[in-house]
């Protein structure tokens, strides 16, 4: 196990070109989040993409070629500006975490995720979002991701963001077979895993890879951050909940209002008829007088 300082913008450099398809990442990844068995849905022979036990896997690509999906922890996360209650949070050293007390379930996060990250763990009684957390707990203590550690073809490599984009350009430098990008230094405002790969994963590529017939109308600029797109409709939700609240204060006091005024105006209950006054009781002086 290797000792790393705290880097200033944790990143993970993964090279595809190396990836063997082994999953001894993701399953370090499901023992040091203590993630258990897959649990495959009714008629799925085996889990391979992302869910509730599986923050992580691998993509089996056309051509041999495997691909690591995680969460991207980007630099100006959609899912934060979307949560309505902070339990999505930008951590002060970069990983995006999600504190699961705060959370009251709107999966808001999920959508607003141009990676199609977070899962919901609808098994639980009381549900949660799971999503890689880049192993804040242990990077916080110096120790480099599980998966890192994990990796036996040195694909993932942890560091400094800065310093593993120079690493990313100089193979790129020498080797033609890469496209030569550094996926995730730009899209959506630059992300903390980079890909290198001889095959293209920009946005719109991750996109396809689960929407084939996606319109190229509909992708978002792969430059700008998304919270810029998120908040054109979450600024509007204070508004909405104050001016809703108004109008249920409002009516709650016309339908009370109305209701005391109906019965103060009721007339008085009639009288019970139901006995005369041959009924009534006769007390022992009224038999006195009688005899």
Known sequence: MSDYSLPKTPAILIDTTLCTGCERCVKACKLENGLGPDRPWRGQEAVDGLSATRLSTILRRPGDRFVRQQCRHCLEPACVSACLVGAMQKTPEGPVIYDADRCMGCRYCLAACPYGIPRYDWDRAAPEVRKCTLCYPRIIEGKAPACVEACPEGALEYGDRDDLLTTARRRLETNPDYVQEVFGKYEVGGTSVLYISDVRLDLAAWL???QPDVDDRALPDPT?????RT???LK??????VGM???MG???WIIGRRMKLAAQNAPPPAPDETQDDDSTPKTQG???DHA
């Open 224 to 228: 700008k951050p998304l919270p810029e």
């Open 250 to 252: 409002g009516i709650h």
């Open 286 to 288: 009224d038999k006195d």
């Open 245 to 247: 609240a108004g109008l």
């Open 208 to 210: 396809r890879m689960w």
């Open 231 to 233: 908040w054109a409709s």
């Open 236 to 241: 509007k939700v204070p508004p909405v909940i």
